[in-house]
């Protein structure tokens, strides 16, 4: 059984850097064709997709977010990790890992981790 778990800090204090990880079982981050997402939800917004890494370990980012973003993982813990930096009251959100079957095409998530920004 495929999981996914969160984990973080809740509060962060605008300007510094938001650090994430998400705890990957039931299959490795390595496999073939599938690729890991962060994906964030403002009070009253729709879903942000955020990033991804690969199964090769490449990345993409959301072009808004390319200065502040960057994505990495630990292969040895099955885990892969959201850096945010400066971040601002805007960026406070419900914050999901989520695995790409590809395309898109998202079908498994974590149960997502509250973030609030405020000094």
């Given at each position: 059984q495929v999981?996914?778990?969160?984990?973080?800090?809740?509060?962060?204090?605008p300007s510094q850097t938001l650090?994430?990880?998400c705890t990957v079982s039931g299959t490795s981050i390595t496999t073939k064709y599938l690729a890991?997402?962060?994906i964030r939800q403002s009070p009253g917004k729709g879903l942000e997709w955020m990033g991804v890494i690969?199964?090769?370990g490449s990345t993409y980012i959301r072009p808004s977010l390319k200065s502040r973003a960057s994505i990495s993982w630990d292969t040895s813990?099955?885990?892969f990790s959201l850096q945010l930096s400066s971040v601002t009251p805007e960026d406070?959100?419900?914050?999901?890992?989520?695995?790409d079957r590809g395309s898109g095409e998202?079908?498994?998530w974590g149960q997502g981790t509250q973030v609030t920004v405020s000094s």
């Open positions: 999981q996914l778990q969160e984990s973080g800090p809740g509060l962060v204090k650090s994430l990880t890991w997402t962060w690969g199964y090769l813990k099955n885990q406070a959100a419900v914050y999901y890992c989520a695995r998202y079908d498994y």
